[in-house]
């Protein structure tokens, strides 16, 4: 089955329109929007991006602003609860403001969009994308100000970090919590006067995790901790004077959760002084990582601490809820009322302090806790600022507009067509004085934040004379930054994604656009060579373990789809080697047994974007330093037996016609989950794969994976850009730019992807015109022509 619409050229008439504007879909499904107005172009991508992701971003909405309820049942009241709890409530006025000029427009301009193609479906059902009649519900209609004022969308997790800290600081002290997280720049932890870390449980988070938490379809949402499926990206940029055209190349692919449809959506932009290309978000208007006619431009996450939890005392004399900076005081509270399908509708109450939204209270211990968040304040939607710099001619004009940027905070990357390049950091920090943000603190007035640090005071380089830039969500502040009294934060990415990139630009004079496209599926793990290199002197008597460990020792680190090694490797070391030298690091610090037992589940971090091998380098080498080598050996010989009976268990008996390989175990599918609630739908509607992948969360072609070993982290969006020559630019968008499962664009990607291969992105008229696959034409409020 196939949309009527993708069969061949179409017409729509579209209310709002000023002219009439051509949308040229190529053969991967990049809609090339040609406008005669700069409104007209963001209606025309509005209306595009519902025609391919309507249902995805009517649930992206519906989940932001507490509206699950009304569709799903009583199950979404407390998530529908939690996300009302985090929107933003301020001024519009400030809120438009923030953004620059031409912000509002742009997205009004797209939720007209929007609304002209609900409409349009909503007149006759059978166009609405299945999950519609699975649900039985329709899409609702938007307002500007929807697009901005929901915020759980965003990457933001660092309370989380507050909440494990002090758990970890409590079970097992600062070395335990080193391994946890690594602490960069090192930085003594400071405990916040009148803070009692003995008090602080996972249920405390459980609200906001509601709300960050994707929608359920058929039970009530799992509130799971944000850190451990935690996102982040791969960007650079490289002088002309080191490539093989001469001209700089940019490169950018955002590691994000790996789902059915992608969280990606590409499209081409041109109207009077616009002509930009590349990818956003699909419920947004512009373009955030791309190119214009002399710009390009790409993002990765910095990390940032931007919240912080606010504990106070229940007030017991009857004058307050709780006790803040001036004393007792009442929570400013507001009463609102869930739609719930099926039942009465739900009133709830939202209480406020004075530093933001209560998340928590425990009467038993009389403590309230409440979140400060940056993201909550003017100008903070995820991504929007984007639309300042979309026409951006330069590198000055393109920096100018980042002062605009809010969240999420982001290493920008930038080249232009007349050789300038360079890195900005564009965020809006809390500044804390005296203190480093690290873990919850008092709500007494002495821990407030003064003011927001935006990108004119954050780090940032340009045109460096090592010839290249990357970032990779590591640690790159410049030595100097904790003496500006500025706190970024400290828990930052693992490093190893950012030493591969600095080993390949670092001997690479010739790079291009093959050789990038290449990186970006690159699967060569720095951290496994050197976990490995910190055991070479190992020496073991059994002899299946000692064949093993030699060829672990002659294993390049290329963690390949084929690799035997990278399979015993990710096996042995994250399963079983791992908590067993965690624990003798533990015992070796004087933590009690009972209490390594506690703390482990902290510090074993599953496999994911958050899993690395920060920790397993750190006590690989104390084992070295400090560790008896027969104990060592006796400790590498047991794990490594394990892991080898568990892989026999897993695969069964080794053979030459059924060898062992990492693909065998990784893989990557994806699942619509709100189609997989029913069993009469096309099998490939619900579900895209398994195909066997290479790589984990350690390696610059980002694959890390969870408990069933499907990649659940990955850079399914791609870019790699010619900056200049611009149709010689290549991108990937998996597993397709259609979130309709009838759309021959849902899935067509998903193998490509997987083979790490990419297509062209067209940015010149002749070459969209070669690679045109259909033509829709969009009309004013008027009689179709």
Request: proline share 6%.
């Amino acid at each position: 089955m196939t949309r009527a619409q993708d069969t061949s050229d179409i017409a729509f008439t579209v209310a709002g329109l000023r002219a009439s504007v051509e949308i040229r879909i190529d053969h991967w499904g990049i809609p090339h929007i040609v406008a005669e107005d700069r409104a007209d172009v963001f209606v025309a991508q509005g209306f595009n991006a519902a025609r391919d992701r309507l249902f995805q971003i009517d649930l992206w909405r519906r989940r932001g602003h507490g509206r699950l309820a009304e569709v799903w049942g009583a199950a979404a009241v407390e998530q529908d609860r939690a996300n009302r709890l985090m929107l933003y409530r301020g001024e519009m006025e400030a809120e438009w403001a923030a953004y620059g000029p031409g912000a509002r427009a742009a997205i009004e301009a797209f939720v007209v969009g929007i609304n002209a193609y609900v409409a349009w479906a909503r007149d006759d059902t059978d166009r609405l994308p299945p999950e519609f009649a699975v649900h039985d519900y329709l899409p609702d209609f938007w307002k500007a100000e929807d697009v901005v004022r929901f915020r759980t969308h965003g990457l933001f997790y660092n309370v989380e970090q507050e909440i494990a800290r002090a758990q970890t600081l409590v079970a097992g002290g600062e070395v335990a919590d080193e391994l946890r997280q690594k602490r960069e720049p090192a930085h003594p932890r400071q405990v916040p006067e009148g803070v009692d870390l003995t008090e602080f449980t996972e249920e405390m988070l459980r609200t906001y995790r509601l709300a960050f938490a994707p929608a359920a379809f058929a039970e009530a949402a799992a509130p799971e901790s944000a850190v451990e499926g935690v996102s982040g990206s791969n960007n650079w940029v490289v002088d002309g004077s080191r490539t093989s055209t001469g001209r700089p190349i940019l490169a950018n692919d955002p590691h994000r959760a790996i789902t059915l449809p992608s969280l990606r959506y590409l499209a081409h932009l041109r109207a009077p002084g616009l002509n930009v290309v590349g990818a956003g978000e699909p419920g947004l208007p512009g373009i955030s990582i791309g190119h214009n006619e002399t710009l390009a431009f790409g993002l990765t996450i910095w990390p940032a601490d931007v919240e912080d939890l606010y504990v106070y005392r229940c007030d017991d004399t009857g004058a307050g809820d709780y006790v803040g900076p001036d004393g007792p005081a009442r929570f400013a509270t507001v009463e609102e009322t869930i739609g719930v399908r099926g039942a009465e509708d739900a009133t709830v109450t939202l209480a406020f302090t004075v530093h933001g939204p209560v998340i928590h209270v425990d009467h038993d211990r009389g403590i309230v806790i409440a979140l400060r968040a940056a993201w909550l304040e003017p100008g903070m939607a995820p991504y929007v600022a984007s639309l300042g710099y979309g026409d951006a001619p330069d590198g000055e004009s393109f920096i100018a507009a980042l002062e605009h940027w809010g969240a999420p905070a982001v290493n920008q990357v930038f080249a232009t067509v007349d050789g300038d390049w360079g890195w900005q950091v564009a965020a809006k920090v809390p500044r804390r004085d005296g203190w480093d943000g690290s873990l919850p603190v008092p709500g007494t007035g002495a821990y407030e934040w003064r003011g927001l640090v935006g990108a004119p005071e954050l780090p940032g380089e340009r045109r460096p004379e090592r010839g290249w830039i990357a970032t990779a969500n590591e640690c790159n502040l410049p030595e100097d930054w904790i003496d500006r009294g500025i706190t970024a934060t400290h828990d930052w990415y693992s490093d190893a994604r950012a030493l591969r990139l600095r080993e390949w630009l670092e001997t690479d004079d010739r790079v291009s656009v093959a050789t990038s496209d290449r990186m970006q599926n690159d699967f060569l793990s720095v951290h496994a060579r050197a976990v490995l290199a910190n055991l070479a002197a190992v020496r073991v008597e059994d002899p299946r373990v000692d064949a093993e460990l030699t060829r672990l020792r002659d294993w390049s680190g290329v963690e390949s789809v084929d690799s035997r090694e990278a399979l015993v490797f990710e096996i042995w070391v994250r399963r079983h080697l791992r908590p067993a030298t965690m624990r003798e690091r533990l015992a070796a610090e004087g933590v009690p047994a009972e209490r390594i037992d506690a703390v482990l589940p902290l510090v074993l971090k599953d496999e994911s974007f958050g899993g690395d091998l920060r920790g397993d380098l750190s006590v690989t080498a104390w084992l070295g330093a400090h560790v008896d080598g027969a104990r060592v050996a006796a400790i590498v010989e047991r794990t490594l037996c394990a892991a080898l009976d568990e892989l026999e268990q897993m695969l069964g008996a080794e053979t030459e016609a059924s060898p062992w390989s990492w693909g065998r175990l990784h893989h990557a599918s994806v699942t619509h989950p709100a189609l997989a609630v029913t069993s009469t739908l096309p099998a490939e509607w619900v579900r895209q794969g398994p195909i066997p992948r290479g790589g984990s969360g350690d390696t610059v072609g980002n694959a890390g994976y969870d408990a069933a070993f499907r990649q659940s982290i990955g850079s399914t969006f791609r870019m790699v850009l010619d900056v200049g020559d611009w149709d010689r630019s290549v991108a990937m968008n998996s597993p397709g730019q259609s979130g309709d499962p009838r759309s021959e664009h849902y899935g067509d990607l998903f193998a490509g992807w997987a083979e790490g291969e990419s297509f062209p992105l067209l940015f010149s008229d002749e070459a969209i015109a070669q690679h045109t696959a259909q033509v829709i034409r969009l009309h004013p409020d008027e009689e179709v022509v």
